[in-house]
């Protein structure tokens, strides 16, 4: 039975982490700022954040992240100069990514892990529930996970996490989830969530991906969250604590997403997306796959 719940408005992205695995290029520019094709990898996160009818937007940065909010912010100088050249395809190009949502900034000063830098959000959130994306997750815009996510929520309350089924020897790269069947076949009862466990000790192959639907009473949870795994706060841990009782914040459910996702925080997949984005193109794809497909014969 539907339950009524809070209407879900807000959207938290984490953006303060360093991007090592992208040294030297993240040196001195944000890897949320990498281009995935033409756009920088956080516009499709926030694009997809809105599409979910979520366009108050919270980005939780730190230093060295100024150029997160000048790609939102209009640039007037730019503007002009494509207005009086009268390129207006590539100044809508340029003004969408400022009319895209409301955005706020919050700075995350100490580094203390994905629960600490969702915790800084509290202020902002009030005591509404939330979704949470992550920066590195990019999810097709053909596969409305986030808003299954939100209908979920809608209907249980508690919070919702976005699980993907993994082989058994990556299982250790993920928070790893506990779970029973409903009677959604994409929907699962979380009973239990451990952060990154040896193959041998995860309670399943559903990883955990970067998608939350959150009950605001993760906030008081994670205030009393000690560092876990790496010395950080784990977002994992507070929601082991919700799965395990659920007169804390409600249920914990999960979805399970069988669709496109790409990780950009790994090489290797962020130049598997910009390959397979680029091919779907109708403006590049023709002539990008072509090249592809001669290239492959000729080194294969």
């Not at 209907?155 to 506990?178: D, K």
Request: charged letters at 25%.
């Amino acid at each position: 039975m539907t339950q009524s719940h809070p209407r879900i408005s807000k959207a938290v992205i984490p953006a303060a982490g360093l991007g090592t695995r992208f040294l030297p290029a993240t040196k001195a520019t944000p890897k949320e700022m990498l281009p995935v094709v033409d756009k920088p990898a956080i516009q499709y996160v926030v694009e997809e954040a809105v599409s979910a009818g979520l366009d108050d937007v919270l980005m939780i940065t730190g230093r060295n992240k100024r150029p997160l909010e000048d790609h939102f912010d209009r640039n007037y100088e730019l503007e002009s100069a494509l207005g009086k050249k009268g390129d207006a395809a590539r100044l809508a190009k340029v003004q969408e990514s400022s009319d895209l949502a409301t955005m706020h900034y919050v700075r995350q000063g100490d580094p203390r892990g994905l629960g600490h830098a969702v915790l800084c959000a509290a202020p902002h959130v009030g005591n509404e529930p939330f979704a949470v994306l992550l920066g590195d997750d990019l999810i097709d815009a053909r596969d409305p996970l986030l808003k299954r996510m939100i209908e979920v929520q809608e209907q249980y309350g508690g919070s919702v996490v976005a699980l993907m089924e993994v082989a058994p020897e990556q299982v250790h790269l993920y928070g790893c989830a506990a779970v029973d069947t409903t009677e959604d076949s994409d929907v699962v009862k979380v009973n239990g969530l451990v952060e990154k466990p040896d193959p041998a000790d995860a309670p399943s192959n559903y990883a955990v991906i970067g998608r939350y639907v959150l009950d605001p009473a993760v906030f008081a949870v994670l205030r009393e969250t000690e560092p876990g795994r790496g010395g950080e706060i784990q977002l994992t841990d507070a929601l082991q604590q919700l799965a395990a009782d659920e007169k804390v914040g409600g249920p914990v459910h999960g979805v399970v997403f069988k669709g496109r996702r790409y990780d950009t925080g790994d090489r290797g997949d962020y130049l598997r997306a910009i390959v397979r984005l680029a091919c779907e193109r109708e403006d590049l794809g023709p002539e990008f796959r072509a090249w592809l497909r001669s290239y492959v014969t000729e080194e294969m």
